[in-house]
């Protein structure tokens, strides 16, 4: 699953991403990635950040919180020491710079 409030990186990380995953869902917000993580339950989320209604961290948190087992990896602009460190507190898998988006297919090799 991929969320993202961009449609554009959406569909990028979606291309990036097609060898290796044939079913892919897409959210365009925290609050929308819950419903659909409720509904199709994937085997991988990739999370952006900053996101209208509900950021990527607590969309994240609250994921976990019903379903702890799912892997939710961090795609997002933003890499520093206090956002890698509060992605790792609501339980992110991984953090993935959008500039470089190769670690997503080591990511996705392991399912």
Do not use: N
């Amino acid at each position: 699953m991929i969320v993202d409030d961009s449609e554009r990186m959406r569909q990028m990380i979606r291309i990036f991403i097609a060898d290796l995953s044939s079913d892919i869902v897409e959210c365009e917000d925290g609050a929308e990635a819950l419903e659909t993580y409720r509904t199709h339950r994937p085997d991988l989320v990739l999370m952006d950040l900053k996101m209208a209604r509900m950021d990527g961290l607590a969309a994240t948190s609250q994921i976990l919180d019903s379903f702890p087992h799912t892997r939710i990896v961090i795609v997002s602009q933003w890499d520093d020491a206090p956002f890698r460190a509060a992605a790792q507190r609501v339980g992110a898998e991984a953090v993935v710079s959008k500039s470089d988006l190769l670690p997503l297919r080591s990511i996705l090799a392991t399912i």
